[in-house]
């Protein structure tokens, strides 16, 4: 009989252990993928993890997605990439930019691309776009 309640005792301190660190992880994703619905929102993201941000772009335009500012110190740009929308081979079609961050540092950073022409200065960008980063 006390061999039973010590194995039961064992497993309790056991399964309250796991419980105890299950309830302490930050809970935070190791992937996540934000468009312009996501504006404004903020995001909790693991060390380790990826962002992805897709926006509408249309690079034949002029205007393009750019950092404003300088990249945080949280992220690390992983890819960069235009994917053209619609029927391949149209000049002037639209698509997609596809910026992939890596979460590198912990930390709370705010993310913030402008939708502009590089050569025109002074100009308001066309749209903006701003999430905050929290990466545990």
């Known amino acids: 009989m ?3 309640t010590v194995a039961l005792m064992a497993a309790s301190v056991v399964v309250t252990a ?13 992937t996540a993928k934000v468009t312009a619905a ?3 929102k ?3 993201l693991a060390t380790g993890g990826k962002l992805t941000v897709e926006l509408e772009s249309n690079p034949s335009t002029g205007f393009d997605w750019y950092l404003d500012g300088d990249l945080p110190s ?3 740009t992983a890819t960069d990439d235009f994917k053209q929308g619609g029927k391949p081979g ?3 079609a639209g698509g997609t930019r596809t910026i992939v961050y890596d979460a590198v540092a ?5 993310l ?10 002074g100009v308001k960008p066309e749209k903006t776009f701003t999430v905050t980063v929290a990466v545990k």
């Open 18 to 30: 796991a419980l105890i660190v299950a309830g302490c992880t930050s809970g935070a994703r190791t």
């Open 42 to 44: 903020t995001i909790e």
């Open 112 to 121: 913030k691309l402008v939708y502009v022409r590089v050569w025109e200065t």
């Open 74 to 76: 949280q992220l690390a």
């Open 2 to 4: 006390r061999g039973r």
């Open 90 to 92: 149209v000049v002037g």
């Open 106 to 110: 912990s930390g709370t950073a705010t």
């Open 38 to 40: 996501d504006d404004g």
